[in-house]
């Protein structure tokens, strides 16, 4: 028997989480024009920062969101300048600062790891596979805690999952924080001198150069927002789900796949895409699983990495331009039809 | 402290060193080259190349050992019965359940048989390179006349999900545990007398030299340069009727194919397959700093980066664990970050290689009349 709410709610914190990045993602992607492959790994910095304040530190769980956007979003900058403005400096090709930000993933995820066992060896905590749903707050108070986290037992990840007579705290502050961001983004980018800057930049960096927008400094501040974004995801994400210090290439693929669904091009469909996505893997493995339980093997859960990757195989086939794409051709042939009508 | 070091090590040792050493070196060119035809040459930048070596590997895994089981099942089951009882009910699943009785089983019957278990091999080294030309054919379909960006993207997405499916399957190649492959030179042992290592190194060596060879031809010949003419520009070529895509799909299958084959003969020399080692550090990352070391596109950088580095790598792997007892850590992660870090500088110092690609000259259209 599965709990459906329980599975929809799953898919609704997993995809607001993913939104952040996906997001982050698509700005940096437009303004420096080179997918971030490390925005994943970004992340996961943000995870790691969430077990060192709640259970190395024991300090209150939040204050991590906090530190995790300054920490990430200093990393972002470092990044930016360190590796891919020096490249581009240099007169690196596209190709090579795609790869810098790969070599860029491959540092971050080994220098989690080191930090990861340096928590285990020295701490005794486990630094692989750890869940910190007990460490978040609880909103609405009819039951005791620990009674909530004996209830049911949730059917993908085989962890507890406390009923809905509770509310834990990063269902609501996920969604809040992300509506935030967006809110900051759209005011940011079409009401400011500096949006519109930005904007100059996404549609021609060389021209936006000629009438005297600082590009690098539009990067910079791209870099630092999406860095920081992508810490506070990273930070919600032990809240409630099974994290590991690789969690970031996981999620990459997730980030990705939305990315190319929604359109490069747009903030906005990239969140769309991310929650259908989102719930396109979580309900289809949960209903998937409930018709064939095991393939090879092993439950078929496992393989519930592969269902973004063939959204992402179907997108790139079928709609190569995304859902931004489809609506502006749309918006496009609506126009020509008033026009000719005039005409 | 070096020096004491290698003294330490007993001269059997040495001599096991510098054969790994060698094999792994050939597998790596392989791997290299391959990659050097799609990149270097055609500037795909596969950074999913780790897929096509795991598919040689999960049809070396697969097919020679199931084939035998199943020949030969009557003698295996007479042997392993009362070791793995699972055998008389369910022989399907006994194959993974009951691997390495089976394994030695088998051995121990092919041993007789050189010439069945020759073609055998032959045989899956064919099949190995047919599913790594058909995974390259299948990975250019939705990616290739992708964006370079999206490309490569779609390239890595699609190598996550081979390795997904090859960690968890198990009927393919043993999912997380593996499955081991039957020693198809094992008849060399009684008829020739030679030993396991020697085996394995006469394999890797003829399959090694004997593709690099067929390669430098195609690399050497007209079709070389109508890969670089497609590097150098899609829109030139196209305008003087080069058919890009169809080029680009070419250089996934040849290259996709190559890797393939090393992921074979890799297997074969170790004996198993155990999807979880065919990991993208190990098998695209490695390979890509490789081919930027040696350079892209140069006839010998792929072979000058394969051997420097992996060199370099073997080296380290056997002082590495002197290191584990000092640091809180694994010795791992510091090699993870010297990878990182060498693609970083390498990017920055010398991005064409150190053996940058020379520029090709014709007769006749390089060299200006005499006056």
């Not at chain 2, 092919?110 to 790594?132: H, N, R």
Request: hydrophobic residues 55%; charged residues 15%.
């Amino acid at each position: 028997m599965v709990a459906w709410g329980a599975v929809a709610v799953q898919a609704f914190i997993y995809s607001t989480l993913i939104a952040f990045l996906t997001m982050g993602f698509n700005l940096t992607y437009q303004t420096a024009r080179i997918p971030n492959w490390a925005h994943g790994t970004f992340a996961a910095v943000g995870v790691f920062m969430t077990l060192w304040v709640t259970r190395v530190w024991e300090m209150p769980t939040y204050y991590s969101v906090i530190l995790s956007f300054i920490v990430v979003a200093l990393i972002g900058v470092a990044v930016y300048l360190g590796v891919i403005y020096t490249l581009k400096r240099a007169g690196a090709p596209e190709i090579l600062l795609l790869i810098s930000t790969i070599a860029v993933d491959i540092i971050l995820i080994a220098v989690l790891n080191i930090q990861a066992d340096y928590i285990q060896e020295v701490h005794k905590l486990n630094s692989r596979g750890f869940l910190l749903r007990e460490e978040d707050i609880v909103i609405g108070f009819n039951l005791d805690q620990e009674i909530a986290l004996q209830e049911g037992v949730d059917i993908l990840l085989n962890v507890p999952l406390i009923p809905p007579s509770t509310v834990p705290g990063v269902l609501l502050v996920a969604p809040t924080l992300l509506l935030g961001f967006t809110l900051f983004f759209l005011f940011l980018l079409y009401k400011t001198k500096f949006g519109m800057a930005m904007r100059a930049t996404v549609e021609n960096p060389d021209l936006a150069e000629v009438v005297g927008v600082n590009v690098d400094m539009v990067n910079l501040v791209s870099w630092f927002l999406t860095g920081g974004m992508a810490g506070v995801a990273g930070a919600l994400l032990p809240l409630w789900f099974r994290s590991y210090p690789a969690i970031g290439s996981l999620i990459i693929i997730n980030v990705f796949a939305a990315s190319i669904l929604g359109g490069v091009r747009s903030l906005s469909m990239a969140i769309v895409a991310t929650y259908i996505i989102g719930y396109v893997e979580i309900m289809g493995t949960a209903w998937i699983s409930t018709i064939i339980p095991e393939i090879g093997g092993v439950s078929t859960a496992s393989y519930r990495p592969l269902i973004p990757l063939l959204l992402l195989i179907f997108a790139l086939m079928f709609i190569p331009e995304g859902i931004y794409g489809l609506l502006e051709k749309y918006r496009e042939r609506k126009i020509k039809a008033r026009t000719e009508g005039i005409v | 402290m070096i020096q004491d070091l290698v003294l330490q090590l007993p001269l059997e040792g040495v001599i096991n060193f510098i054969v790994n050493l060698v094999f792994f070196v050939a597998v790596y060119i392989l791997v290299a080259t391959a990659l050097n035809i799609q990149y270097g040459y055609t500037g795909i930048p596969n950074f999913g190349l780790a897929f096509g070596v795991a598919v040689g590997a999960y049809v070396a895994g697969y097919f020679p050992g199931r084939l035998l089981y199943s020949m030969y099942f009557e003698e295996v089951k007479a042997k392993v019965e009362v070791m793995c009882p699972t055998i008389l009910e369910n022989p399907d699943q006994a194959y993974i359940r009951c691997n390495i009785f089976v394994r030695n089983a088998l051995n121990e019957i092919i041993k007789a048989e050189p010439g069945l278990s020759t073609a055998l091999l032959i045989l899956t080294l064919v099949i190995a390179i047919g599913a790594g030309a058909l995974m390259g054919l299948l990975a250019s379909i939705p990616a290739i006349r992708l964006r370079v960006d999206f490309l490569m993207m779609s390239l890595i997405a699609i190598a996550e999900g081979v390795r997904i499916i090859g960690e968890n399957y198990e009927p393919l190649a043993g999912g997380t545990l593996g499955v081991t492959v039957p020693a198809l030179l094992g008849w060399m042992e009684p008829i020739l007398g030679f030993p396991r290592i020697v085996q394995s190194f006469i394999l890797v060596m003829s399959a090694t030299v004997m593709t690099m060879a067929l390669i430098y031809l195609m690399l050497r010949s007209p079709y070389g340069r109508l890969l670089k003419a497609v590097r150098e520009s899609e829109d030139a070529a196209l305008a003087v009727g080069i058919d890009v895509n169809r080029v680009k799909i070419e250089a996934m299958i040849i290259g996709t194919a190559v890797a393939a084959l090393a992921g074979a003969i890799y297997s074969f020399y170790l004996g198993n397959v155990v999807p979880t080692s065919y990991t993208r550090y190990d098998w695209t990352f490695w390979p890509w700093l490789m081919l930027l070391l040696g350079g892209r596109g140069s006839e010998i950088g792929a072979i000058v980066g394969a051997t420097g580095i992996m060199t370099l790598r073997r080296v380290i792997s056997v002082y590495k664990h002197s290191f584990s007892g000092l640091l809180p850590f694994d010795v791992i992660w510091l090699e993870r970050i010297a990878l990182g870090v060498a693609f970083l500088v390498i990017m920055i110092f010398k991005p064409y290689g150190l053996f940058p690609e020379k520029p090709f000259r014709l007769k006749g259209v390089h060299e200006l009349p005499r006056e």
